[in-house]
């Protein structure tokens, strides 16, 4: 797949991209937690920031706005972020990291690669009528984080292919003819799952097991008449 020459990676004068890269290594793992307390806190942060910028979107929020959510000094902000841009990144990866994961038990179980596909969407659903800024903040992150953006939807892509790959060679689905018919139809999919999850997730909240229903259905049998 080609790879997007986008980045977020701050500009050094002087310096070549791997410098930056080692630089931008070292300052994040500087401010990593060490300690349970400290992730306990970094975790509120994230948590206040999440409802921050998903209410007031990234121009409007404010690093004050968010310790105030989290109930925390201004300077245990700046033990765990440099900036706004910075916890505005680690929010993305961490909602990333929230959708993979409540998905991942659902592909666990009976029946076959489309009943799995099924449950995942029904969780997926889930997860997003509960935390509804999940689209405001994947939406702005194509401007504030264009790396973390495609990184978002790259990734969930690559997991679909993926399963699809092991499940063409169960039997359980028709395998394609080439790696990019393979890649064409595993974002067609996920871009069906994020519009019916704008639609009935966002928009309106509507029971999760049966859009997803609707969905495994098209998966199943496609338009043709039977």
């Given at each position: 797949m080609a790879q997007s020459n986008r980045g977020t990676k701050p500009v050094v004068v002087g310096t070549s991209g791997d410098e930056r890269d080692v630089r931008s290594a070292s300052a994040s793992s500087s401010k990593a937690p060490r300690t349970a307390r400290g992730e306990r806190t970094r975790r509120k942060i994230l948590d206040a920031a999440l409802y921050e910028f998903g209410e007031r979107g990234f121009s409007d929020a404010s690093i004050v706005g968010i310790t105030s959510r989290a109930k925390v000094a201004l300077g245990t902000f700046y033990t765990y972020f440099d900036?706004?841009?910075?916890?505005?990144?680690?929010?993305?990866?961490?909602?990333?990291?929230?959708?993979?994961?409540?998905?991942?038990?659902?592909?666990?179980?009976?029946?076959?690669?489309?009943?799995?596909?099924?449950?995942?969407?029904?969780?997926?659903?889930?997860?997003?009528?509960?935390?509804?800024?999940?689209?405001?903040?994947?939406?702005?992150?194509?401007?504030?984080?264009?790396?973390?953006?495609?990184?978002?939807?790259?990734?969930?892509?690559?997991?679909?292919?993926?399963?699809?790959?092991?499940?063409?060679?169960?039997?359980?689905?028709?395998?394609?003819?080439?790696?990019?018919?393979?890649?064409?139809?595993?974002?067609?999919?996920?871009?069906?799952?994020?519009?019916?999850?704008?639609?009935f997730g966002v928009w309106e909240t509507a029971d999760a097991d049966k859009v997803a229903e609707v969905v495994s259905r098209l998966l199943r049998h496609g338009l043709e008449p039977r």
């Open positions: 900036s706004k841009e910075e916890v505005f990144r680690a929010v993305v990866g961490d909602l990333s990291d929230l959708v993979r994961t409540r998905v991942a038990p659902m592909l666990e179980g009976e029946g076959d690669a489309i009943d799995r596909e099924r449950r995942a969407l029904a969780a997926l659903l889930e997860l997003i009528a509960s935390r509804k800024q999940v689209y405001r903040i994947i939406d702005e992150a194509e401007f504030v984080d264009p790396a973390g953006y495609e990184r978002h939807y790259t990734g969930a892509a690559e997991r679909i292919g993926r399963r699809l790959r092991e499940a063409a060679s169960a039997g359980e689905v028709v395998a394609e003819e080439s790696d990019f018919a393979e890649e064409v139809r595993a974002w067609a999919i996920m871009g069906a799952n994020v519009f019916v999850g704008l639609r």
